[in-house]
Nanobody, 119 residues
Framework: QVQLVESGGGLVQAGGSLRLSCAAS????????MGWFRQAPGKEREFVAS????????YYADSVKGRFTISRDNAKNTVYLQMNSLKPEDTAVYYC????????????WGQGTQVTVSS
């Protein structure tokens, strides 16, 4: 099992930036693909970004490409989501998640952190 704890959410004006962190504990962090998801009120949870075990490959939803950057520090057991040029439509609860491989679903989730972007 791996336990995930997000932090870094908050209230920011449109055009601003935030950096989310997700600290992992438990099993070896570098064994997991890490992802960020978000869920806005009344909407389904959606994929935001993911990063492979050593950080060699990253993937983004079209809605955040060019604005968000996912990264990880395996020595610190932490994955980050740098969010720039934030828009009101980025308002959501952001979750980090972990999975063992591309053949597996995300089966470890954090509790989420709220991001609110005001216009």
């Amino acid at each position: 099992q791996v336990q995930l704890v997000e932090s870094g959410g908050g209230l920011v004006q449109a055009g601003g930036s935030l950096r989310l962190s997700c600290a992992a504990s438990g099993r070896t962090f570098s064994n997991y693909i890490m992802g960020w998801f978000r869920q806005a009120p009344g909407k389904e949870r959606e994929f935001v970004a993911s990063i492979t075990w050593s950080g060699g490959n990253t993937y983004y939803a079209d809605s955040v490409k060019g604005r968000f950057t996912i990264s990880r520090d395996n020595a610190k057991n932490t994955v980050y989501l740098q969010m720039n040029s934030l828009k009101p439509e980025d308002t959501a609860v952001y979750y980090c998640a972990a999975r063992w491989s591309f053949k597996n679903g995300y089966d470890h989730w954090g509790q989420g952190t709220q991001v609110t972007v005001s216009s």
